[in-house]
């Protein structure tokens, strides 16, 4: 008679949430026990190919347990767990990222920088786990004083158009205070070689939305800033930032273009940086984070 192992039949490149159905992995079950006390326990496969795997290999990077008031995030290390334990008050940036298949989860603390590769089949695991976050990871609000960005009629790309308005519908206090359109990088502010190949190359500034609700910074863009000539352009990514993180922002003139300005946000240990136009009128909000 055949055995079956249940593990590797249901194994693929997903992120399961843990239930009776999908338990623990063998090799976190002594670690990561109180699941019956989370919000919510997910495991997270290895980057492998399933006819790379067998039975009896230990399949999973990561188990995170999200309760309360904190995390356990349970990291394998050859046949061993480390055990890490955050409060959610721990984390000064999310970054979620998209393009096609490929999904990106990156949580920023001051002691580690967690990056969490995944499918997108699970990204409605990985918006769950975002939204337990974001509900828990910002404690004071703060009064801005922002202005209300609105685009003018097909100045932001249907897409981004859209996103905005769901976001304005699904959380009315979240105000859009700056945006960037698709902008053609043409001759200005820069060298006449430069000149030369960016009329050769077509390269042009991505869109982003930026909201806050004097609570959280939200950053929405395609995940890089630039875009060239044939080159596609299916990413998206999200940045949130709890607003009580950020140590100040700078917007200083960009070294390669002078008609473009980086917009330097620091929060934690890191810097997170934004590219605008000089001539966007709503870039100057952001002086009202400091």
């Not at 976190?28 to 997270?44: G, Q, R, W």
């Not at 006819?51 to 290390?77: K, Q, W």
């Not at 990222?97 to 990985?126: A, M, Q």
Request: glycine residues 4%.
């Amino acid at each position: 008679m055949i055995m079956r192992n249940a593990e590797y039949d249901r194994f693929g490149p997903w992120i399961l949430e843990i239930t009776d159905l999908d338990p623990l992995p063998p090799l976190f079950t002594e670690h990561a026990a109180k699941v019956d006390k989370t919000l919510m326990s997910i495991k997270i496969p290895r980057p492998i190919e399933r006819r790379t795997a067998s039975p009896g290999m230990n399949l999973y990077d990561y188990v995170l347990n999200m309760y309360e008031d904190n995390f356990d995030i349970f990291r394998r290390e050859d046949d061993s767990v480390i055990k890490d334990n955050f409060k959610y008050t721990d984390i000064f940036c999310i970054k979620h990222s998209v393009v096609l298949l490929n999904g990106t989860l990156t949580l920023f603390t001051k002691e580690y920088t967690y990056k969490f590769n995944y499918n997108t089949v699970s990204n409605d695991v990985i918006k769950r786990i975002v939204g337990i976050i974001r509900e828990r990871y910002a404690k004071e609000k703060k009064n801005l004083n922002l202005s209300e960005a609105v685009p003018a009629e097909n100045e932001l790309n249907f897409y981004f158009t859209n996103l905005a308005e769901n976001e304005k519908r699904e959380n009315p206090e979240n105000l859009l205070f700056a945006y960037q359109p698709r902008t053609r990088l043409t001759s200005i502010g820069t060298s006449g070689i430069k000149k030369f190949f960016n009329l050769i190359i077509k390269k042009q500034l991505f869109e982003s939305i930026h909201f806050c609700d004097g609570r959280e910074l939200q950053t929405t863009g395609k995940g890089r800033d630039f875009k060239y000539i044939a080159q596609t352009d299916y990413g998206k990514e999200d940045c949130y930032i709890p607003v009580e993180k950020i140590g100040r922002v700078e917007i200083i003139a960009n070294k390669s273009n002078s008609s473009l300005m980086n917009c330097r946000i620091e929060a934690g240990d890191e810097i997170f940086t934004t590219l605008m136009t000089a001539a966007n009128q709503t870039l100057s909000q952001y002086s009202k984070f400091n």
